[in-house]
Nanobody, 127 residues
Framework: QPELVESGGGSVQAGGSLRLSCTVTVYNIGSFCMAWFRQAPGKEREGVAVISDGRGYNTNYADSVKGRFTISRDNGKSTLYLGMSSLKHEETAMYYC???????????????????WGQGTQVIVSS
């Protein structure tokens, strides 16, 4: 059973930047598709960015974050990253990383497509 631990959240002013990290223990993450999700109070969990297994040559982003967020991975460090810039107040949420163990030919955004989750890291964007 892998453990996913997010870090890097915090408070930032609108327009600012943050870089989230997700370190995975036990598993060698190189074989697995991984993703970042976020959930604001009272809202459903939504997919933000997905990265393919292996070297992560393929990525998928929610329309709302394209051009501002970058997902990447370092398999040697078993770590997933999310670079976020030009942050908006409405992006205040808990951010989660997730890992999918089943092979996939696409990069899914549905939470049900992922098998393991971290506990989340809080991002607060002040206006």
């Amino acid at each position: 059973q892998p453990e996913l631990v997010e870090s890097g959240g915090g408070s930032v002013q609108a327009g600012g930047s943050l870089r989230l990290s997700c370190t995975v223990t036990v598993y060698n993450i190189g074989s697995f598709c991984m993703a970042w999700f976020r959930q604001a109070p009272g809202k459903e969990r939504e997919g933000v960015a997905v990265i393919s297994d292996g070297r992560g040559y393929n990525t998928n982003y929610a329309d709302s974050v394209k051009g501002r967020f970058t997902i990447s991975r370092d398999n040697g460090k078993s770590t997933l990253y999310l670079g976020m810039s030009s942050l908006k107040h409405e992006e205040t949420a808990m951010y989660y990383c997730a890992l999918r163990t089943r092979a996939t030919s696409y990069l899914p955004f549905a939470p049900s497509s992922y098998d393991f989750w971290g506990q989340g890291t809080q991002v607060i964007v002040s206006s």
